[in-house]
């Protein structure tokens, strides 16, 4: 499975953190065990202590340097103070293997649980709130194909759409209508044409469905000449 954690260490506490008091939260609805949440709560803090003391580390060596800095290319004639490193407090008890690969064990059993939903993913920082929807701003991204007999194969990105709604006008005719809706890529679009052995320019667009409902933007119109 690709990492829930963040990339940036500041991240990474704040979404331990966060992981840590929610799990407690919802743990027995998925049989987990107190000892369990006592585990993963330990994995977090010290997941946590780590980065902290490294950051408190880097920020102690930059002072150093600087403080070494002072005397060796005579920055200031005043005196000095050398820095001094401030503790941070250590969990009681640090995890003794792997703390993140144990979180994410912990993070698989829960999501193969047939009461596991989006929106406890949601809850606990697995899944962001809108990774599984379709935003405003989206819009499908088509490539059209002219095949043989007068066949048009539309490719459609999937994406995080469920299906699409595929709309074609030809001819004369001014107004896009509905030729079909699909799920998965590609769209064969086999009307045959207005004039029997004749080639049409065909104007499509796209739409991404969610539960039959329109979502997002309609793409870009494409454009293809038949091939008969």
């Known amino acids: ?71 060796l290319r005579k920055k200031s004639n005043l005196p000095q103070t050398a820095p001094e490193f401030k503790e941070i407090t250590p969990p009681a008890e640090l995890f003794p293997s792997n703390a993140l690969a144990y979180i994410e064990e912990t993070i698989n059993l829960l999501k193969a649980q047939s009461n596991y939903t989006s929106a406890t993913g949601a809850l606990l920082g697995i899944v962001s709130a809108k990774a599984d929807k379709i935003q405003p701003t989206d819009k499908p991204k ?41 799920q998965y890529s590609p769209f064969i679009d086999a009307r045959p044409p207005l004039e029997h052995g004749k080639p049409e320019l ?17 793409s870009e119109i494409y454009s293809v000449t038949t091939n008969p």
């Open 1 to 71: 499975m690709a990492s829930v954690f963040p990339n940036k260490n500041s991240d990474k506490t704040v979404w331990l953190r966060t992981f840590s008091s929610q799990f407690a939260l919802v743990a027995a609805d998925f049989n987990f065990s107190p000892a369990r949440v006592a585990e993963v709560q330990r994995a977090c803090e010290t997941v946590v202590y780590s980065i902290r003391l490294a950051a408190q580390a880097k920020q102690y060596a930059k002072a150093c340097h600087e403080f070494r800095d002072t005397f």
């Open 142 to 182: 088509v490539k059209l194909i002219s095949l043989i007999n007068s066949v048009i194969r539309i490719n459609w990105k999937k994406g995080k759409a469920q299906a699409v709604l595929v709309e074609s006008k030809r001819g004369e005719e001014e107004n896009f209508t509905e030729i079909g809706r699909d």
């Open 202 to 218: 065909r104007f499509y667009r796209l739409t991404y469905l969610d539960h039959d409902k329109p979502v997002g933007m309609t």
